[in-house]
């Protein structure tokens, strides 16, 4: 079973515990602080565990060249893509109050620290873990920084291969034992095809020691559902408000009531999945009683007999006798009463049966 680990103050993942859900709202707030404060508070609603952001101190991600180039694409906010990506970058005070109200609210929060200037930040605001997003889990030096400051990690995992996964779990086994990798393709949105959620048995084969989740990018919440099911122990999905709003991410998020709909299915299936014990059940008793095969005589059977096949049948009877299940079991016993043809055959009928085999 997967070490659990405590990726939150008093919430632990892993082993058994309940998928850990992340409302990934990234930048569709639209540079509006209010609209992100009204992300928040509809993420904890829908039940979501932890509201996500993105942060980045851009002249520290970016070189001078790529802020500077053109920018004009229909989900622009600004002439260049830096002009664009500041439009949409909360200060360091507007993430001071960010924190605050989702603690009022009762609400985890973090961000995806884009850089390593943003993961220093983010250390100061004191966030329960660092979210490193896929385009930084094959950068090693961010991420020995990252893990020596002693948080918990989520590493997603688009655009990368086993192998750098590989290399990335021993990487950060030096310097902190407390992370997870996501499953993760990173186009926007996603389809099917490309999902591969077979991964996430590989990584639960590759990397038995750690939680493993899913980080979704495709439409709709069918796909995020059945990664749970197949062991996902932390869920990240994008949200947004509108779909229709500007902005690249808005067409691969979850609006307010599939993501409601999406964590109550996932609660549904966690209690589905219940124990890998097979056994007959409590609530199964009443269709055992009405509908549960017993072992009958075929033909009359006088006492003494030494029963063959040939003679017993499994029927619905009255009363329960041996299961069917132990017909086998009989053959060759004695019989040590008559017995008429279609009567149910109890234990105390046959020799040396009710010591052997219960009922």
Request: glycine content about 8%.
């Amino acid at each position: 079973m997967p070490l659990e680990i405590e990726l939150c103050p008093g919430r632990k993942v892993g082993g058994d515990n309940p998928c850990f859900i992340i409302a990934e709202i990234g930048q569709n707030h639209q540079g509006d602080i209010e609209i992100a404060k009204e992300m928040i508070k509809m993420a904890k609603c829908c039940g979501a565990d932890c509201a996500k952001f993105q942060k980045s101190e851009l002249g520290n991600r970016f070189n001078k060249e790529a802020l500077c180039r053109p920018y004009t694409s229909k989900n622009s906010w600004g002439k260049t893509y830096g002009e664009h990506k500041q439009y949409l970058e909360f200060s360091h005070d507007q993430y001071r109050e960010l924190k605050k109200y989702a603690d009022e609210l009762g609400i985890f929060l973090t961000a995806s620290g884009m850089d390593g200037m943003a993961v220093d930040f983010l250390h100061e605001l004191d966030v329960p873990f660092f979210k490193v997003a896929s385009a930084d889990a094959g950068n090693f030096p961010y991420l020995v920084n990252t893990a020596k400051k002693g948080r918990p990690m989520v590493v997603s995992s688009g655009m990368q291969s086993m192998d750098t996964m590989r290399q990335v779990y021993k990487t950060l086994k030096q310097h902190n034992a407390n992370f997870t990798f996501l499953q993760c393709t990173s186009a926007y949105p996603l389809d099917p095809e490309d999902v591969n959620l077979r991964v996430i048995t590989e990584y639960q084969k590759e990397f038995p020691d750690i939680p493993i989740g899913y980080s979704g990018h495709e439409t709709g919440i069918s796909i995020s559902i059945a990664a749970v099911a197949l062991g996902a122990k932390v869920l990240e999905r994008h949200v947004t408000l509108d779909k229709t709003w500007k902005g690249s991410d808005h067409g691969a998020s979850l609006e307010p009531t599939e993501l409601k709909e999406l964590i109550r299915s996932i609660r549904l299936i966690e209690r589905a999945m219940g124990s890998s014990l097979k056994q007959m059940l409590p609530c199964e008793k009443s269709c055992h009683d009405k509908l549960g095969k017993s072992v009958v005589a075929k033909v009359s059977i006088p006492k003494g007999t030494t029963l063959t096949l040939e003679m017993l049948t499994v029927k619905v009877a009255e009363p329960m006798g041996i299961s069917g299940k132990d017909i086998y079991e009989l053959v060759g016993k004695t019989v040590t009463k008559d017995l008429e043809e279609d009567q149910t055959i109890l234990p105390d009928a046959v020799d040396e049966y009710g010591k052997k085999v219960k009922c």
